[in-house]
């Protein structure tokens, strides 16, 4: 069973369109962890939210940890080609904080 | 800081035979590591959890006698897929962590592309 739901699963845009990636779980984390996975190598950290509630922005990517901490959201302004790739949020929960549970996934193609 | 490799970036090898995949943090000691494994197009599904100088706990699902992982040192861990099938080709994943207090966070290495002809 898959604790952490994507949607959408995927998702194609053109250059300069917002997007919105959402991350639900019914279960509650201690943190929630955002990555971006290009083909062929290991997911890149992008963010740690670890209050519920708490936004996050890192340059065009705005990150939102839910009220009660069973979901997130990653929201793109103006992508671009370079934000193409494999999206996978991951959460830590509060009895075995060393574990990750990864999200399904969403892929972003962005075309110029 | 916090560099993970891994080792082969990709491998061939045939039905019934062992591929041995090592994983090391570069310039950090790893109390605990971990391996994934990626299926194309799916997300990372954890396969174990290791410490240094201890047995691997390993997820439900995951055969222990056919994964075998071993963590010798603060520095290496290693993942031993035996008797391998095509199945079991997939894109194998590890990462570390320094498991200091407060600060778990997993820093993955490149991954390791298995095919199993």
């Known amino acids: 069973t898959q604790l952490l739901e994507q949607s959408p699963q995927f998702l194609s845009i053109q250059e300069g369109e917002n997007l919105t990636v959402y991350c639900n779980s019914s279960?509650?984390?201690?943190?929630l962890q955002w990555y971006r996975q290009e083909p062929g190598e290991g997911p890149v950290l992008l963010v740690t939210v670890v209050t519920g509630g708490e936004v996050k922005k890192l340059k065009r990517l705005t990150f939102q940890f839910g009220d009660a901490r069973k979901d997130s959201s990653l929201h793109i302004t103006a992508a671009q080609p370079g934000d193409t790739g494999l999206y996978l949020c991951?959460?830590?929960?509060?009895?075995?904080?060393?574990?990750?549970?990864f999200g399904t996934g969403t892929r972003l193609q962005v075309f110029p | 800081g916090a560099v993970v490799s891994q080792h082969p970036s990709w491998v061939i090898c045939k039905s019934g035979t062992s591929v041995k995949i090592e994983c090391r943090s570069l310039?950090?000691?790893?109390?605990?590591m971990f391996w994934y494994r990626q299926f194309p197009k799916q997300s990372l599904m954890l396969m174990a959890t290791?410490?240094?100088?201890?047995?691997?706990?390993?997820e439900q699902g995951v055969e222990k006698d056919k994964f075998l992982i071993n963590h010798a040192s603060l520095t290496l861990s290693t993942l031993t897929v035996t008797s391998a099938h095509p199945e079991d080709s997939s894109f194998y994943i590890c990462s570390a962590s320094r498991g200091t207090s407060g600060n778990n966070e997993q820093f993955f290495g490149p991954g390791t592309r298995l095919t199993v002809l």
């Open positions: 991951a959460g830590q929960q509060f009895y075995n904080t060393d574990k990750l549970i």
């Open positions: 279960s509650v984390f201690s943190s």
């Open positions: 290791s410490n240094e100088g201890s047995k691997a706990t390993y």
């Open positions: 310039d950090f000691q790893a109390t605990t």
